[in-house]
């Protein structure tokens, strides 16, 4: 195990509903991150957050929602989500000391598979 | 425009044999470049990482490689295990405007058969 942990591990969900993905890391870090993974595609940096401070919003759509309530803990809320966004949601985190993106190595959670219909 | 790309997009190889995966960057100024092993139904899990200065660097059965010139690094992996049936993901960073970002490719889906 990383030490990343990610829960719910498949979530499927209509357009209309509201829920939130959980990310919990034990390694003692301060950044953590959310990916979006699609098929054959790169994976996409959605957010990043230093010492519970958001320090990247790459444009991403408000109908994603993130909340880091402490270094440990990293939240994504989902609202009126549509087809587009299913895929696979990725947590990880780092050890770092200054805002943004780490030079160091990062740990990745197991992800959740999210279908919206 | 920062772009990593990696081929083949797919590789089925039978169990015992060596492959070679390839990763293609146009990012500037480089920093590193990592190479991730990613599972089915797990996150990407880092293999190497390797700098402006290194050419070759070992992790077991997995042998990176790194060419600044031409920017081109390879993943060669011998003597290949069922294991070994994963994405490979090619990851360069860059340094600008003091922060750091990285540049995904897309993966090599490597398919092992017994």
């Known amino acids: 195990e990383t030490g990343v942990t990610q829960t719910p591990r498949h979530l499927v969900m209509g357009m209309t509903n509201k829920k939130s993905l959980k990310c919990e890391q034990h390694l003692g870090h301060n950044a953590m991150y959310w990916y979006k993974q699609s098929a054959k595609k790169p994976l996409e940096l959605m957010f990043v957050y230093n010492f519970k401070e958001q320090t990247e919003n790459n444009s991403v759509p408000s109908r994603f929602s993130p909340e880091c309530p402490n270094s440990s803990h990293l939240f994504l809320h989902l609202h009126t989500l549509q087809p587009e966004d299913s895929a696979l949601y990725l947590c990880?985190?780092?050890?770092?000391?200054?805002?943004?993106?780490?030079?160091?190595?990062?740990?990745f959670g197991p992800g959740t598979r999210l279908t919206v219909l | 425009k920062n772009q990593v790309e990696q081929s083949p997009q797919s590789l089925i190889i039978l169990e015992g044999k060596n492959c070679t995966l390839q990763?293609?960057?146009?990012?500037?100024?480089?920093?590193?470049l990592r190479w991730y092993k990613q599972d089915t139904g797990r996150g990407p899990v880092s293999l190497t990482i390797?700098?402006?200065s290194e050419n070759t660097k070992s992790n077991g059965r997995y042998t990176a490689t790194l060419d600044a010139d031409t920017k081109q690094s390879s993943l060669h992996i011998t003597a290949s295990q069922l294991s070994d049936s994963a994405s490979y993901i090619c990851v360069v960073s860059l340094f600008m405007d003091s922060n750091y970002q990285l540049i995904w490719g897309a993966g090599t889906k490597l398919i092992i058969k017994p």
């Open positions: 390797m700098t402006f």
């Open positions: 990763c293609n960057y146009t990012v500037s100024p480089f920093s590193n």
């Open positions: 990880a985190s780092s050890q770092d000391g200054g805002a943004g993106v780490s030079y160091n190595e990062q740990f």
